[in-house]
């Protein structure tokens, strides 16, 4: 099965911005949707297709895929954003959606 | 407005059997799949499977093959998951999830979760 890895956890400073890591192998080759969840709270999708953005997400967030890796970047990052960030892709060789483990990111 | 609305929180003795409902409204039921997603205290999101509507086809996960069923009243817009042989580590809060027709698509709209406890 298709195996999606990212950092447990990163931090920034307010007004910096955060890049948040997404690798597989040939990542770059799907299409990757990423959600952010806050505690308590269902996820939601704030980039999908790689780079695109859903109305109402601010456009902070944005996303990239290439090789293997892709980044969902938020930019002036605000208190508001910390949350748990998840990647997900489909595994075509299986039919199965698969998600990243999750970067909780903190806003010190 | 495009709502997922499930059903109420469970506690399940191990070996017992869950069925969840997840009642859609908003948009026209069969023209969207409908996927499950759980998730364990301080985990992370695990995909469960989908289900079709429209031609009430099914894809699970493979580690839960044989212990789930998805299924689906068009007549009410509600898809209904079943879970199986509980075990406690399927405590967890259980999603349904809103996908456009096709693979590889995003999950657009989220139910509000339910609360499963296995619980002896």
């Known amino acids: 099965s298709y195996v999606v890895t990212q950092p447990p956890s990163m931090s920034e400073a307010p007004g910096k911005t955060a890049r948040i890591p997404c690798g597989g192998n040939n990542i770059g080759g799907k299409s990757v949707h990423w959600y952010q969840q806050k505690p308590g709270q269902a996820p939601v999708v704030v980039i999908y297709y790689d780079s695109d953005r859903p109305p109402g997400i601010p456009e902070r967030f944005s996303g990239s895929n290439s090789g293997n890796t892709a980044t969902l970047t938020i930019s002036r990052v605000e208190a508001g954003d910390e949350a748990d960030y998840y990647c997900q892709v489909w595994d075509s060789n299986n039919d199965q959606y698969v998600f990243g483990p999750g970067t909780r990111v903190t806003v010190l | 407005q495009v709502q997922l609305v499930q059903s109420g929180a469970e506690v399940k003795k191990p070996g017992a059997s869950v069925k969840l409902s997840c009642k859609a409204s908003?948009?026209?039921?069969?023209?969207?799949?409908i996927h499950w997603v759980r998730q364990a205290p301080g985990q992370g999101l695990e995909w469960m499977g989908i289900?079709?509507?429209?031609?009430?086809?099914?894809t699970y996960a493979q580690n839960l093959q044989g212990r789930v069923i998805m299924t689906r009243d068009t007549s009410t817009s509600t898809v209904y998951m079943d879970l199986n042989t509980l075990r406690f580590e399927d405590t967890a809060v259980y999603y349904c999830a809103r996908g456009p027709p096709g693979a590889a698509k995003a999950f657009d709209v989220w139910g509000q979760g339910t609360m499963v406890a296995v619980s002896s």
């Open positions: 908003g948009y026209t039921f069969i023209n969207y799949y």
């Open positions: 289900i079709n509507p429209k031609a009430d086809r099914t």
